[in-house]
């Protein structure tokens, strides 16, 4: 089994920044990605990591703001988000992939196959 557990959320002003972070125990996992959701709607892909660290993928929505990157060693997957926005307020989850390949990553839910239990992000206007 493998646990993620979630954490650096809270709140903070628009144009802020936040730094969340992913620590992972149990089995080793391959690709690892962040989604989000808000209340009433699906939950939607923010940025993935393969297990490598080589390869990244982000959505437009938060490209050019948002950074992923991990450390192997301390089994993190951190998420760097800048200029932050009113509409990133969302609960953020980390997911990781049980099997893939060093240099994969995945960019749906179907692609992970365990998540953590999320960390509220609040951006204020």
């Known amino acids: 089994q493998v646990q993620l557990t979630e954490s650096g959320g809270g709140l903070v002003q628009a144009r802020g920044s936040l730094r969340l972070s992913c620590a992972a125990s149990?089995?080793?996992?391959?690709?690892t990605g962040w989604f989000r959701q808000v209340p009433g709607k699906e939950r939607e892909f923010v940025a993935a990591?393969?297990?490598?660290?080589?390869?990244?993928y982000y959505a437009d929505s938060v490209k050019g703001r948002f950074a992923i990157s991990r450390d192997n060693a301390k089994n993190t997957v951190w998420l760097q988000m800048n200029s932050l926005k009113p509409e990133d307020t969302a609960v953020y989850y980390c997911?990781?992939?049980?099997?893939?390949?060093?240099?994969?990553?995945?960019?749906?839910?179907?692609?992970?196959?365990?998540w953590g239990q999320g960390t509220q992000v609040t951006v204020s206007s």
């Open positions: 997911a990781a992939a049980l099997l893939g390949s060093p240099i994969g990553i995945a960019t749906t839910q179907r692609g992970y196959d365990y």
């Open positions: 990591i393969s297990w490598n660290g080589r390869n990244t």
């Open positions: 149990g089995r080793t996992t391959y690709a």
